[in-house]
């Protein structure tokens, strides 16, 4: 755990996606997200589909189904 990935009351990123999710009336396995830090990993894991854009933590990388180079390489993913 670092202070970013775990913040106030045991929030981290997968936590604020599942809510944000939950406001729009679904789930966070129906989002995409996309990050490169360790503090992704959760949200990651929380999402449908996880992509790590390098260069990438090695938690991010562990946590990803996909792994791209650039953001323009997303639309091949997706």
């Not at 894991?45 to 990803?64: F, M, N, R, Y």
Request: aromatic letters at 4%; charged letters at 20%; hydrophobic letters at 45%.
């Amino acid at each position: 755990k670092t202070p970013f990935s775990h913040g106030k009351h045991g929030m981290d990123k997968g936590r604020a996606l599942e809510s944000i999710a939950a406001s729009f009336g679904t789930s966070a396995k129906r989002a995409v997200y996309v990050g490169n830090g360790a503090s992704d990993a959760a949200a990651m894991k929380a999402s449908g589909l996880g992509v790590a854009i390098t260069p990438s933590a090695p938690e991010a990388e562990a946590a990803a189904q996909e792994k791209i180079d650039s953001l323009s390489e997303l639309l091949l993913v997706l």
